[in-house]
């Protein structure tokens, strides 16, 4: 038996866009499902080298819920590569300011830390509220 391997080509045309509400969802379990769908695992033809996904539209990332203490205790870190330059941002500081970026690192965390992990990235959209400019998409409504 030989392996299959998609052609590019076929992967490109059969790309959907798929619109994920997070009101009331666990930002781990979202997460795992958004990187999924990302990552096209969903799919019957996966292959790990290629990009075999689909695009993801996040809103309401302000109304995302965390479990247990992680609300007071969950700090998101970055260094600006500047001597001393560690920079620390707590949950709830983070949730005001930038609820994008919450999810947006809760993915990015689960995809691969290599050039197609870069690609996979701008497949992504997240938005603090309920608008957004992807309607000429007409994305599908995913729930998990």
């Known amino acids: ?7 590019l080509e076929d992967v490109k045309n059969g790309r959907k866009w798929f619109i994920v509400d997070a009101e009331n969802q666990t930002l781990g379990r979202l997460a795992s499902s958004i990187a999924r769908v ?6 019957p033809y996966f292959v790990p080298h290629l990009d075999t ?3 993801v539209i996040v809103i309401n ?8 203490n992680k609300e007071n205790t969950k700090v998101y870190r970055h ?3 500047y001597p001393g330059g560690l920079r620390e941002v707590g ?15 809760a993915v990015f ?4 830390k290599n050039k197609l992990g870069s690609q996979l990235r701008k497949k992504l959209h997240v938005y603090a509220g309920v608008e957004h400019p992807h309607t000429a998409q ?3 409504v995913l729930t998990f």
């Open 61 to 68: 990332a302000e109304k995302v819920k965390v479990s247990g």
């Open 1 to 7: 038996m030989k392996t299959f391997i998609p052609k």
């Open 53 to 55: 996904g689909d695009f």
């Open 79 to 81: 260094h600006t590569l």
């Open 138 to 140: 007409t994305p599908e």
């Open 91 to 105: 949950y709830k500081q983070m949730l005001k300011e930038h609820p994008e970026r919450i999810i947006e690192a």
């Open 109 to 112: 965390g689960m995809l691969p």
């Open 38 to 43: 990302i990552r096209g695992k969903n799919k």
